[in-house]
């Protein structure tokens, strides 16, 4: 007979979205039980409901772990890092192609080493749980190492990622470049060895389409139409020059947008790192496809590449699929909080808004949908793995402060954590059910 489940349970206040919200105010967008029970088996959620109601169902001998102060969500989902920029991080005085020739391709150099990329693995994924995030899309490096390092980290923690080996065949060092054959055959072997395996997904990635040729876009084309549900993640659009040099060579496209259109990279699996200057006729066709634009707020600001327009690109007669990501080391941090404040700021600058509710949803349903994984992860709902962040909007002095200011009113309550906080107000997280960090447990250093 098969084994008993292991049951865990959480008690706390519970927060999970059921759609977009419309604004401030949508109070029927999420479901807040003030009170409210976990119920865990084998990592998933089996119920969710009020302590009262569900407490007799725990079953004999499970110890609750309660929260009387935490405000639980779904963990957070980052849907674009690179896992080889933990050094590259804060890097002075570039915009994107010098910053990528200065620093990014010197550092992600040392992933060839696999004792680097595996003890890299490790710090990554310990910042992203000290962050609240517990589902990432990670660029790796161009070697296949670096990806088996991530995946097996991910694996022997039981997070779910999903990554891709760069590929790059062009304009980089040459250390640094696969060739259009090798990049198709590494990816490959990539796809057969990770995709599925557990809770890990592949991502075909080819960086952008200057460290392209076309060969390898089209073998990018091709490792897509042969696993289909495998995702594709890239770089779109994101600064002037760097535009400029894809017209140049990629003299016979429509725009930047056209060249993945021509090897057959939009779809619903695709995520397009930055969309920041697109032309009415990108943002139609990427929504005609299906494709992400995915909004990098620190880093746009950061890198110096401009400010997204979320309006334009929501607009009704072509709605493009959006989510927010945090793009570390273009990013400047790994928490989704703070990218979450950056983002409202960015917003601010065009005179359009963010509202709390916008964030949170985001951060946890809204880029589980962006990621095709809203039957898996991103809500509080029967069936959903029980990946989850606890939060403290008391957990600075500051914050504390404004909060004696607010009289319960959770829209406040998440401003004021996407305004202020970042990892110090996340006090827990847990993978399956399991806790996977505690901000109260000392750590080794
Ligand atoms: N475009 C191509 N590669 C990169 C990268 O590593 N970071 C960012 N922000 N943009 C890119
Ligand atoms: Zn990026």
């Not at 897509?224 to 594709?232: I, K």
């Not at 993640?233 to 535009?243: A, C, P, R, V």
């Not at 979450?340 to 949803?361: H, I, P, T």
Request: aromatic share 8%.
């Amino acid at each position: 007979s098969p084994a008993p489940p292991r049951f865990t349970a959480l008690r706390g206040r519970l927060l999970s979205f059921r759609r977009a919200p419309t604004g401030p105010g949508d109070a029927d967008s999420h479901v807040c039980i003030p009170d409210g029970l976990l119920l865990i088996a084998d990592g998933r959620i089996q119920a969710v409901g009020t302590y009262a109601d569900l407490k007799d169902q725990i079953p004999a001998g499970v110890a609750v772990d309660h929260h009387p102060d935490g405000l639980i969500l779904p963990g957070f989902i980052d849907t674009h890092i690179h896992f080889p920029q933990t050094q590259v991080i804060a890097s002075y005085g570039a915009q994107l192609l010098d910053w990528l020739e200065k620093y990014t391709f010197i550092e992600e150099q040392k992933y060839a080493d696999p004792a680097h990329a595996a003890a890299g693995a490790r710090f990554f994924l310990d910042e992203l749980l000290r962050n609240g995030t517990t589902t990432a899309a990670a660029y790796g490096s161009v070697h296949p190492q670096s990806v088996d390092a991530l995946f097996a980290e991910a694996e022997r923690r039981g997070a779910g990622l999903i990554a891709g080996k760069v590929m790059m065949d062009r304009h980089a060092p040459a250390a640094l470049t696969d060739s259009a054959e090798s990049g198709y055959a590494d990816s490959k072997a990539l796809i057969e060895r990770w995709h599925r395996r557990g809770r890990q997904r592949y991502a075909v990635t080819p960086r952008f389409a200057i460290t392209s040729t076309e060969a390898q876009l089209e073998a990018a084309g091709a490792l897509l139409r042969e696993h289909p549900g495998v995702h594709m993640q890239t770089h779109l659009s994101e600064n002037l020059d760097e535009i400029a040099t894809v017209r140049r060579l990629f003299p016979t496209a429509r725009d930047y947008t056209d060249v993945y259109d021509r090897f057959g990279l939009l779809g619903p699996t695709s995520l397009f790192g930055h969309c920041i200057h697109l032309s009415e006729e990108e943002m139609r066709r990427l929504s005609d496809s299906g494709s992400v634009a995915v909004f990098c707020p620190t880093s746009n600001l950061f890198i110096g590449s401009g400010l997204f327009d979320r309006a334009a690109l929501s607009r009704a007669d072509r709605p493009v699929r959006q989510s927010l990501a945090t793009d570390v080391g273009g990013g400047t941090s790994y928490s989704m909080l703070r990218t979450a404040g950056e983002a409202y700021k960015v917003l601010q600058m065009r005179g359009q808004n963010l509202s709390a509710l916008a964030a949170f949803d985001l951060m946890t349903r809204g880029n589980a949908a962006a990621l095709g994984m809203a039957d898996e992860i991103g809500t509080l709902e029967p069936g959903r793995w029980a990946d989850l962040v606890v939060l403290d909007a008391r957990a600075t002095p500051a914050m504390r402060h404004r909060m004696n200011a607010i009289d319960g009113d959770l829209e406040e309550e998440l401003f004021v954590l996407m305004i202020l906080g970042d990892d110090r107000a996340v006090t827990h997280t847990y993978l399956r059910g399991e806790k996977a960090y505690d901000r109260a447990a000392p750590t080794a250093e």
